[in-house]
């Protein structure tokens, strides 16, 4: 392969799905028909399913995650000549995995990988909401915030700075009155451009581990990338080992981890020598 072909691989790498087919094919959703995989996830009743009804229509159904009595609605809307697959997460306040709504979330963020993932916030309960978003920026960086609830903020003399918000954060921040209908334009748009790689997201994230922390997540992480080989987001799965997490420490000890890892790096290998062969 000569440098410009090198050069165009890596620029289609760039826009391409990054979504981990299949693991998301494990949580029950087939990629088949669809451009781009969305995760919506948010606090218990911030106006996730408002939001969710408002983008997808009729075009929805509703159902169980796999072996779990979770109920979940998937559904899906055209955007810009794209097809994207949206995905109802469970509302929660934290991915730490003590319910099983939190995992389910944090399963399908960390390992499935949406190409997008909306974290809708409640304009009046910022700093609540906030902790969510901040988890969530910590293990995927392509996020859109959805800053919901603008209506009542405004009634109740709330102003909120969303490019102050958006620049601290990262990534972009688009005010809505979901209920109304109000910024869902933008909020299509903007989803759209992130999941196709015309908005680069730089997410906030903990700069600042003490050295022997920062020390110890690296020995970790690498022992664990080479345990499970193609997993995503090795370093923040240390974290959370060296935190004491044990539904993670489990997946490890099952070897849960190796099943992810392993279907998707074969999953990257024929995505890759497809498009190998296609530039030969
Ligand atoms: N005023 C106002 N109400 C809203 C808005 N968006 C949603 N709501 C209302 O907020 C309530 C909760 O909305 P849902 O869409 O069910 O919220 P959710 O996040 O899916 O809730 P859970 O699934 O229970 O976590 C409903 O009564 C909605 O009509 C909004 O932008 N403004
Ligand atoms: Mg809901």
Redesign the pocket.
């Known amino acids: 392969m000569n440098d410009i072909d090198k050069k165009n691989l890596d620029s289609a790498c760039e826009t391409c799905p990054v979504h981990q087919r299949a693991y998301l094919l494990k949580l029950g959703v087939d990629m088949e028909e669809w451009n781009y995989v969305v995760a919506l996830c948010?606090?218990?009743?911030?106006?996730?399913?408002?939001?969710?009804?408002a983008l997808t229509g009729l075009r929805q159904h509703t159902g169980n995650w796999p072996g779990k009595t979770v109920s979940r609605a998937e559904g899906g809307f055209e955007y810009g000549g794209s097809n994207f697959k949206l995905v109802?997460l469970?509302?929660t306040y934290s991915l730490l995995s003590t319910t099983l709504d939190e995992e389910i979330a944090r399963d399908f963020i960390l390992f499935g990988q949406p190409d997008v993932t909306v974290v809708?916030v409640d304009a009046t309960r910022l700093e609540r909401n906030l902790n969510l978003a901040l988890q969530v920026l910590e293990i995927t960086d392509r996020v859109v915030i959805c800053l919901?609830?603008?209506?009542?903020a405004r009634r109740q003399g709330l102003q909120v700075d969303e490019r102050r918000l958006s620049r601290d954060l990262g990534v972009p921040v688009v005010p809505?009155?979901?209920?109304?209908g109000?910024g869902l334009d933008t909020l299509l748009e903007t989803i759209h451009d992130v999941a196709s790689g015309t908005i680069q997201c730089k997410p906030h994230r903990i700069q600042h581990l003490s050295p022997s922390l920062s020390k110890a997540v690296s020995e970790l992480a690498s022992q664990v990338e080479t345990a499970f080989p193609g997993l995503p987001n090795a370093r923040w799965v240390a974290l959370r080992l060296l935190d004491g997490d044990s539904r993670i420490a489990e997946a490890v000890k099952l070897g849960e981890l190796g099943d992810l890892s392993k279907s998707a790096a074969e999953e990257n290998e024929v995505e890759r020598s497809m498009k190998l062969e296609a530039l030969s």
């Open positions: 948010g606090n218990p009743n911030t106006g996730k399913s408002t939001v969710f009804n109802d469970p509302g809708v919901n609830l603008m209506d009542e809505t009155s979901a209920r109304y109000e």
